[in-house]
């Protein structure tokens, strides 16, 4: 845990374990709202970053009427995007059904508008976006995110789901992290 020791020496844990369960609790009352009128919602979870996003949210939400659907998308070598998204095949039939994408941060926008125009595809009712993070960049594509955790700087963020080379995404908080401040 040396390296964890260093972030936390540091001082750059940017979002508290307290600060993520209250935005949680707020987004899941907003997509409650949101879908309160709606029988069927196809949640697409996008892997391994979201998933304890989304878990988190749907103990809160609680309804069957979700139904979620996780696929694995690589977009990252090391420590930045390489610009091309492979995704698992989404093969759920889709259409006549509302869909949530869910994704742990918004930074370029390729997974999210790979992942919504696969989405479409399917011909559902309607696609909405929810998303932990977003960095404050300008993204390559653009992307509207309809439910939205937190705004964060452009950093290498680790803990809470995002990982440094498979490393960190177990921390209960959010943390900006350079490598180069884990190397002897």
Do not use: W
């Not at 988190?56 to 659907?69: E, Q, S, T």
């Not at 869910?102 to 399917?122: A, F, P, Q, W």
């Amino acid at each position: 845990m040396d390296h964890l020791d260093n972030v936390l020496d540091t001082g750059q844990i940017l979002i508290s374990q307290e600060q993520l369960y209250t935005r949680i609790r707020e987004l899941a009352e907003k997509i409650t709202k949101t879908y309160l009128q709606v029988s069927r919602v196809d949640v697409i979870v996008i892997l391994n970053g979201a998933k304890q996003f989304t878990d988190d949210l749907f103990a809160i939400i609680n309804d069957p009427k979700f139904k979620l659907h996780y696929i694995k998308t690589k977009s990252y070598n090391g420590t930045v995007s390489n610009g091309d998204v492979e995704a698992e095949n989404i093969a759920e039939n889709l259409s006549d059904s509302d869909v949530l994408i869910i994704d742990d941060i918004y930074d370029s926008g390729r997974t999210l508008k790979h992942i919504s125009e696969t989405v479409n595809c399917h011909n559902p009712n309607s696609i909405k976006i929810c998303a932990l993070l977003e960095k404050q960049i300008e993204h390559n594509e653009q992307i509207y995110v309809d439910f939205k955790g937190f705004d964060v700087p452009d950093d290498f963020l680790i803990g809470y789901g995002l990982d440094y080379n498979g490393q960190f995404r177990e921390l209960p908080f959010i943390a900006a992290f350079n490598p180069k401040n884990t190397e002897a």
